[in-house]
């Protein structure tokens, strides 16, 4: 669930970049802003810290973004940290790629598996993916051995799950049902 205060920012800097005819560039620079977001432990410590002053939190941030990104959202960054709001940064980038993904009609899938697919069965089931939903599905795929086998998928709000290790728990449930069942 995303944070609601992150996706106002979000949506005010999604407006702001479609206003100014920007959003292709500020998309680039969101998906620039989570990798190394996703890749520093350090960063997120920091925009997180009470104890780091905010004059500190910009200039890192400068030196990190400052000519790298479109001066819109260097100036958006700025605004988070004027804000106090340098902690959510995470949460805008992620509540803005969700934005995106609406504008562009796609929807991501979260797919366990027992073993590892291979790639006609992963697009197999991302086509079957895409009829289900009627969007185009991006699938970020993790290995689990404890399923057992079968998958199990998460596509927004609705999960669907087929596998080995689910269908052994509906089993256990029905013939737990079925004995109290026999015994009264």
Known sequence: MSHPVARRYALALYQEAQE???ADRIDEDMDALRETLDG???LI???RSPIVPR???EA???RLFEGRVDDLTMRF???LVEKAREELLPAVVAAYSALKDERL???EAHVRTAKPLGFDEAESLRKALEANSGKKVRMKMDVEPSLVGGLVV???DKVFDRSVRHQLQVLSAQFQERAFLSQN
């Open 40 to 42: 520093s432990r350090e």
């Open 45 to 47: 410590s920091l925009l």
């Open 55 to 57: 004059p500190k939190k």
């Open 20 to 22: 100014k005819g920007v």
């Open 60 to 62: 890192v941030l400068g």
């Open 105 to 107: 009609g796609v929807v």
């Open 154 to 156: 998460r596509m927004g």
């Open 77 to 79: 960054i700025k605004l």
